[in-house]
């Protein structure tokens, strides 16, 4: 058995709560890249070594916390990309509506 190093770094570190990590391609844009959504609603990109917002749709998406005094299963959970993303631009998210 071989005895392998490993070194991670963080890509990101301003985000709270991701739920969601998934990668495409912009429409009209020639580099993939890393979208990261939250669950209190927003969504985030990583492109040319800065984040860029995608959406933001928190003031849609159910107030985490405030019934039970913590976070839950609610909020921005799910984000999907048309397999013609590139060229449509449709996308498709599941959250906890207010």
Known sequence: ??????????????????TVIKTAYLPGDTDERLFIATQVGEIYYLGNGTVEPFLNITDQVIELGKESGGYDERGLL????????????????HYSHK
């Open 1 to 18: 058995m071989r005895n392998i190093s490993v070194d991670l770094h963080p890509l990101i570190t301003i985000l709270n709560l991701p």
């Open 78 to 93: 799910g984000l999907a990309f048309h397999p013609n993303f590139h060229n449509n631009g449709l996308f498709y998210i």
